[in-house]
Structure formats: C-alpha cells, structure tokens
C-alpha cells in the first residue's frame, strides 16, 4: 500500500494546501518561461529588402506579417525628430553631393546641421561604407536605384496607422532614441521629444503597442521617471563596456525601471552557437529578451543557414528577435507552433 506523504495530512487540510500551491505555481514559475509566440521585430523596416528606415521598407515588412516595426530617431537642426539610424548622413544618403563645404572637420555630415526641409532633398540608398563606397551587405537592394526620402517620426507613425487600419492588422512601433547624451550636446532633448510624439499619437500605457529602446541607462530612467513614460521600455545593451548591466545586481536593476532587455545575439548564443545563461537569468529578474540582429546575409560562423541561427537563438527562449528578413523569421516561428521546425 503505497504511503502518504505527510501522514499526518488528511482531507480538508490536504485540498486547503493544494489550493495554496496552484495559486502559487503561476507566479513561482511566470518568469522563468518563455514566451509562446516571441514577437518579431522589423529591424528598421525590411531592411534586408529595401534602403533602411524608408516607407517601402516599413510596408513591406508589415506585409511580410512583422509585430513591430523599428524607428531609430535622431534630430534635425530645428528640434524635429526623423527616422534614420545614425547621427551622420554619409552612409545612407546623396548629402555629400547635395550638400557640399556643409561637413563638420570629422569629415562627417552630421543630421543636426541640416533642417528638416534640407534633410528632406535628400536622397536615401542603400547602406554603404562613405570610405570605399562599397555596399555594406552587396546583394541587397541596389545603390542609387529608385529615390527614396527621410521621413520624420510623425509620418511614418501616420504612414503606420494607415496600413493598420487599411488591413485591419495592427502592427506595433519599437523607437529607439539614438544618443541622448550627444543630441543633449547640440542643445536637443530627444528623449523628451519623442515621448511628447508617442503621447500625442495614443502610445501611452503598457497595454498600447509600443516599446521605447535606449542604450543610456540614465536616459532609460529619465523616460520612465522625470519623462513619465508609462509604456513599455527597453534597456538595449551593447558591447563590453556595458558587461555590467548584465551581471544579477545590473538586471535586478534594469528590472526597476524597463520591462525587456536588448542584447546582441552573441550575448544570447556563446561563439558555439550553445546558449549562455543570459536569458534564464534576465527571466529570472522579470525581464523579456529581444536581441539583435538576424541578418540571413552575416551569419555567425558556427551557423551553417539562416534558420540554424535562428533555431538556435529562439531555443535559447527570446520573447522576440529584431530581424532585417521579417519574413524568413515570421515563416520559421510559423513553421515550429505547427510543430514542423527544421
Ligand atoms: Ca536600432
């Protein structure tokens, strides 16, 4: 006859301890798990397809079944916030041929000398490397071909709306505000700026589809505290000198202020491919995890495919991925809820 637990245990107390631990287990084990469904992130638009951080870019990628798009914001001469990745103009645009005598001695065309209605004669390519000229990833979409323009902050999340509205499919926003600390340096509040927009445009509360993205842990907390965002934030976390962010004192205090963290991927995945503990740990701290990036066309060396990285990297248990090929990643999660991964 197979012996009780705790003898002394019997009906009533038994069901009364029972009740106790399921309503325990949910919270006990919430934030170890991962996600069902990560989200996938369009990482400045379909960007393996068309020129970064244009609208063709950002339509294609909601068409290709993403949940957020990227903003990367910087600001123009007259305080307006615009969507572009980089604080200079040289990698992305025609600004050197349109502009000249107007770079600083760095030899740079930086966006905060330039007023909106000049950034917007500008044209926007490919990404190429201003010194040899040469794309920066050679098979994506052709330099110098079609004409695409900077949009400001406000038109794409117009632009967003329309198509959430036209396909009655609500993708979310993901804006990252670039460099405080430099645009607090040529006199702009960026981050005050942009969270003035978000409000104004209905992102508000943690429930709207919207996370702010900032590497300046300090500006991470000005956004929730003197800035008063009550959405969704992320503490993005970059290369070594950020390695203390990561340690369990620098998550548990990410956790008091964001909701997520941002890693790079090889911060998720060891130079294996096998997974570190990060996420168990930032899981642990009551953080998501949304690293970046997944390009098909820069794969890791111990990856042999596209979808051998992004099998590693969703096995380590990421809530979502910032990806430039939106539907290679939408079609691999597809394909592992129908239980057919590769
Ligand atoms: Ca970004």
């Not at 990745?85 to 041929?97: I, R, Y």
């Not at 052709?142 to 038109?155: A, C, D, K, M, Y």
């Not at 009655?168 to 005050?192: F, L, N, Q």
């Amino acid at each position: 006859m197979p012996t009780r637990p705790w003898p002394g245990l019997r009906g009533p107390w038994l069901r009364a301890l029972a009740a106790i631990a399921l309503l325990l287990l949910p919270r006990l084990t919430v934030a170890a798990e991962p996600s069902a469904m990560p989200i996938v992130i369009a990482h400045r638009g379909a960007s393996g397809y068309l020129p970064e951080h244009t609208l063709p870019a950002k339509a294609l990628a909601h068409g290709q079944g993403a949940d957020a798009l990227e903003q990367d914001v910087v600001m123009t001469r007259d305080g307006v916030p615009v969507v572009l990745h980089d604080t200079t103009l040289d990698a992305v645009s025609d600004v050197a041929v349109k502009f000249p005598g107007r770079a600083r001695a760095d030899g740079k065309h930086h966006c905060t000398d330039f007023t909106l209605a000049e950034l917007q004669t500008l044209s926007l390519t490919e990404r190429l490397d201003p010194a040899t000229g040469r794309q920066t990833y050679a098979d994506r979409f052709p330099r110098g071909q079609s004409r695409f323009g900077i949009v400001t902050l406000e038109e794409e999340l117009d632009f967003l709306a329309g198509i959430n509205r036209s396909t009655g499919r609500t993708v979310g926003i993901y804006p990252e505000i670039k460099s405080p600390a430099w645009h607090r340096s040529e006199g702009h509040d960026i981050a005050k700026a942009v969270v003035e927009i978000l409000h104004r445009h209905g992102y508000a509360t943690k429930a709207d589809p919207c996370h702010i993205q900032c590497f300046e842990a300090d500006e991470v907390k000005r956004i929730r505290g003197d800035l008063g965002w009550q959405g969704k934030l992320v503490q993005l976390i970059g290369g070594k000198d950020q390695d203390r962010l990561v340690t369990p004192e620098g998550l548990a205090e990410i956790a008091t202020v964001a909701d997520g963290i941002g890693p790079p991927i090889e911060r998720v995945l060891d130079p294996a491919g096998k997974p570190t503990d990060l996420v168990e740990r930032a899981h642990a701290a009551g953080l998501v995890v949304h690293p970046y990036t997944l390009r098909r066309d820069r794969l890791p060396s111990w990856a042999g495919s596209f979808d051998d990285l992004q099998g590693a990297l969703f096995a380590a248990g990421v809530d979502g991925a910032f990806s430039d090929f939106p539907d290679l990643t939408v079609a691999w999660l597809r394909r592992r809820a129908t239980g057919r991964p590769d």
